[in-house]
Nanobody, 121 residues
Framework: VQLQASGGGLVQAGGSLRLSCAASGRTLKSYAMGWFSQAPGKEREFVSSISWSGGRTTCADSVKGRFTISRDNAKNTMYLQMNSLKPEDTAVYYC???????????????WGQGTLVTVSS
């Protein structure tokens, strides 16, 4: 499975971006998908996840009310709508897929290559 993340860029504080993660190579049936972020000098951390059906989502407290995760299984694509961006959201965002339900870095089965989000103050 290959995951291709895109949509990052430079945005001012308060602005919005939509990240996409396109999967190819095989079906991700029954795989949950999600996003992690890694700021410079920091460890990779969980941002948000979505179940295979899309019926269950979770997110980190730091992004609640601002970020919305979704997926379109017909297009093998997942999205992260990022609103009210803050400078502390600046990071490389990685998409991920797991057959399980644990959202630790060590539990991820597939990683995308990352897309850089920079939020200026």
């Amino acid at each position: 499975v290959q995951l291709q993340a895109s949509g990052g860029g430079l945005v001012q504080a308060g602005g919005s971006l939509r990240l996409s993660c396109a999967a190819s190579g095989r079906t991700l049936k029954s795989y949950a998908m999600g996003w992690f972020s890694q700021a410079p000098g920091k460890e990779r951390e969980f941002v948000s996840s979505i179940s295979w059906s899309g019926g269950r989502t979770t997110c980190a407290d730091s992004v609640k009310g601002r970020f919305t995760i979704s997926r379109d299984n017909a297009k093998n694509t997942m999205y992260l709508q990022m609103n009210s961006l803050k400078p502390e959201d600046t990071a490389v965002y990685y998409c991920a897929a797991t057959y399980g339900s644990r959202w630790f870095v060590e539990s991820i089965d597939y990683w995308g290559q990352g897309t850089l989000v920079t939020v200026s103050s």
